[in-house]
């Protein structure tokens, strides 16, 4: 019932910066919490930073005064500013919310497909 799209993932080199976007689109009621999560090779996912509807926010701390989450609800797109990267930043970032539906669900998780975004030393 929700897709999402995300985009902005790519290859940087370390202190540089990034911007991720997230996109929901398809049939839901509304669409509550929002996040990022991220994978590395040979490490489970782990949340980045998640937002709810209201905007209050909650950050990893190895990325607490570098990344910024934020949202556009009109849009229900969530944001993903990346400053100061690090190679250890190396990871897929997944996008994930937690919508309601039309026809009885109740913050019912979903997924994007992920994007890479890569850090050289």
């Known amino acids: 019932q929700v897709q999402l799209v995300e985009s902005g993932g790519g290859l940087v080199q370390a202190g540089g910066s990034l911007r991720l976007s997230c996109a929901a689109s398809?049939?839901?009621?509304?669409?509550?919490?929002m996040g990022w999560y991220r994978q590395a090779p040979g490490n489970q996912r782990e949340l980045v930073a998640d937002?709810?509807?209201?905007?209050?926010?909650n950050y990893a701390n190895a990325v607490k005064g570098r990344f910024t989450i934020s949202r556009d609800n009109a849009k229900n797109t969530v944001y993903l500013q990346m400053n100061s990267l690090k190679p250890e930043d190396t990871a897929v970032y997944y996008c994930?919310?937690?919508?309601?539906?039309?026809?009885?669900?109740?913050?019912?998780?979903?997924w994007g497909q992920g994007t890479q975004v890569t850090v050289s030393p």
């Open positions: 398809g049939s839901f009621l509304s669409i509550n919490t």
């Open positions: 937002i709810t509807r209201g905007g209050s926010r």
């Open positions: 994930n919310a937690a919508a309601n539906s039309y026809t009885g669900g109740y913050d019912r998780n979903y």
